[in-house]
């Protein structure tokens, strides 16, 4: 069956990085577009990035635009997320999910305070 598991996540400091991590299975990962949301607290789900299949093409959210980068590794069907620059607004659960939003992880929790 899908599987998407997620990894990384953790409390940052402003400022600090964090790589998150989502291994797949079950599905043939090099022909899918993959793509990060997350959900804050007390807030609807933000679309963070996407990565089409081959890697060549990335898209980032406004919000993130800029610390972020999004890359994948198709001979290891997994999808990665740098985090640099964070900020407090980067607090949320981090969700790994496949083009079309079709199947989620159970995503990882960051959190950046001081």
């Known amino acids: 069956q899908v599987q998407l598991v997620e990894s990384g996540g953790g409390l940052a400091q402003p400022g600090g990085s964090l790589r998150l991590s989502c291994a797949a299975s079950?599905?043939?990962?090099?022909?899918?577009?993959m793509t990060w949301v997350r959900k804050a607290p007390g807030k609807g789900l933000e679309w963070v990035s996407d990565?089409?299949?081959?890697?060549?093409?990335?898209y980032y959210g406004d919000s993130v635009k800029g610390r972020f980068t999004i890359s994948r590794d198709n001979t290891k069907n997994a999808v990665y997320l740098q985090m640099n620059s964070l900020k407090p607004e980067d607090t949320a659960v981090y969700y790994c999910?496949?083009?079309?939003?079709?199947?989620w992880g159970q995503g990882t929790q960051v959190a950046v305070s001081s």
């Open positions: 999910v496949t083009s079309g939003y079709k199947y």
């Open positions: 079950g599905f043939p990962f090099s022909t899918i577009t």
């Open positions: 990565i089409n299949s081959s890697g060549v093409n990335t």
